[in-house]
């Protein structure tokens, strides 16, 4: 056996001890250039150096629903992601529409659409009050009707981020605010009752607390008396996924299976992904270059680690808010006063009280980010490519925020325009999971449209 045949031997040892399946197309591995081997080799071993390449695994659908992180509150089943999915997408759910027109017309998804990578593919995300799905880039508009209190459309001042891995995550939001546990604990004087913050009262992790909270946010709380309460589908799914509960169509029950479904959406089929399975190939010479930097010289890695390449640490990084959206036309604030609101600019510190996280926001996941088109909390830059640049110019863009403020390891980087390069292929290509679509259905129990429902969203989707 030569170095290459001993490297992939301990790599493939590395892996057996986790219970991962190798990949079948790796198996002639002896085609690989010479070149590529030596960096397969580099990257293996700096993997190593940050806990292993096991700790950067996502699971895929092979693997058993235990391998998705869990709240032990909500154990991951079939038939909660099931029927998670499906209410993800439910457009009946719509119901408390603060406008007569507005009934029906949304869904958690229409923020959160898969073409985007469970993104808004706009800077501010519209429910109701919008209009139209659009193209990727293009999106929904929002509808002159609901320009005023109290007909306010459903919009926040601030970036939508993905529901991709969100399992890796404890804390919920930007600035982390929802999940009773973890870091979160000591802030209970926050969890006012009468407000979305009151369901951390419940001990439940981020993604749960996030989906009961939205339910009633984005105005889908009234599920026992939406159409979805009446459809016989709904009636056996939510039973298969409640049985001890004789009365299982609730709110609460719609946020766990909701909150199970987006545990399981994660982006095992990313390049990156397959080269920790084996598959040498599935990157690019130059993705595993743009790794090495990441986890290496970059320091990408000392705030964006494990499987999601998130962490749950929050820092400073200068970005804009978002009426610093680079398509400011996309972006709304009436319902906000005219301006982004002081607590939001404030980020985790004005949730914690604690003015060492003022201006910190939460350290997101990395992958599928080709498909968001604007970026940072504010959607302030429009690819992968700007933020690097930015990460390596080191020059906060927020005069909101104090250069005291400012997370130390925001700093000029010293990286030259191909180590960009590199870097760009590896965050935009070698996360880049093309096949999120697996995760959404093609049609609803309801009948309505997937996702948004106004008249222009069933012509843009071309609904019948
Ligand atoms: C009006 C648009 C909109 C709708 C509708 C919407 N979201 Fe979001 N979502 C957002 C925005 C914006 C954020 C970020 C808010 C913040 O950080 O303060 C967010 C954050 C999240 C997060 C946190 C992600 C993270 O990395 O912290 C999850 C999970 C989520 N939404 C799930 C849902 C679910 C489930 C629903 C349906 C019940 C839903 N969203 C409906 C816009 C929306
Ligand atoms: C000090 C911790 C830290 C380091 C080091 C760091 N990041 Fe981040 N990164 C963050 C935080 C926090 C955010 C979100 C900040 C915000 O939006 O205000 C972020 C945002 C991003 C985003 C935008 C994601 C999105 O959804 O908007 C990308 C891309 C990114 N980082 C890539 C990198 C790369 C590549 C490196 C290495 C050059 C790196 N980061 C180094 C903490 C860090």
Known sequence: MGRIGAWWLAVSLAMSA??????????????????????????????????????????????????????????????????????????????????????????CAACHPVQGAFMANIPQGIAEGGSGFGAVG?????????????????????????????????LMLWNGMFG????????????????????????????????????????????????????????????????????????????????????????????????????????????????????????????????????????????????????????DLRPFGGTVPADTRRGRGAFTDNPAQDFAFKTPQLYNLRDALFLGHGGSKRSVREVVEYFNAGVSENTFVPTSKLSPLFKPLGLSEAEVDDLVAFVEDGLYDNKLSRYTPKHLPSGNCVGVNDPQARLDKGCK
């Not at 719609?254 to 598959?279: H, N, S």
């Open 138 to 170: 293009d999106g929904r508009v929002l509808l002159a009707a609901y320009d005023s209190n109290p007909d306010k459309p459903d919009v926040l001042a601030i970036r939508t981020p993905t529901i991709a891995n969100t399992a890796y995550q404890q």
């Open 180 to 331: 009773g546990v973890g870091d979160n604990l000591g802030t209970e004087a926050k969890w006012v009752s009468g407000t979305p913050l009151e369901f951390n009262h419940l001990g439940l992790e981020g993604v749960e607390t996030q989906a009961v909270a939205g339910l009633g946010v984005h105005r889908m709380a009234d599920i026992q008396n939406s159409r979805v309460a009446q459809i016989k589908r709904y009636q056996r799914m939510f039973r298969r996924a409640y049985p001890a509960d004789p009365a299982p169509i609730t709110r609460l029950n719609a946020a766990k299976a909701i909150a199970a479904y987006e545990r399981t959406v994660v982006t095992d089929r990313a390049p990156f992904q397959r080269w920790l399975r084996g598959v040498r190939h599935a990157m690019t010479a130059q993705e595993k270059r743009g790794a090495l930097l990441f986890f290496g010289k970059a320091g990408c890695v000392s705030c964006h680690s494990g499987p999601a390449l998130n962490s749950l640490t929050f820092h400073a990084m200068g970005f804009k808010d978002i009426d610093g959206a680079w398509d400011p036309s996309r972006v």
């Open 18 to 107: 986790c219970g991962a399946p190798i990949e079948e197309d790796d198996v002639n591995h002896q085609q690989a250039k010479l070149s590529g081997h030596s960096l397969d080799k580099q990257l293996a071993s700096v993997l190593a150096h940050n806990g292993g390449i096991h700790r950067f695994r996502l699971p895929t659908p092979a693997s058993p629903l235990s391998h998705y992180p869990a709240d032990p509150k909500n154990p991951i089943t079939r038939a909660k992601v099931q029927l998670g999915q499906l209410l993800f997408h439910e457009t009946a759910l719509g119901v408390n529409n603060v406008r007569p027109e507005g009934r029906e017309t949304y869904s």
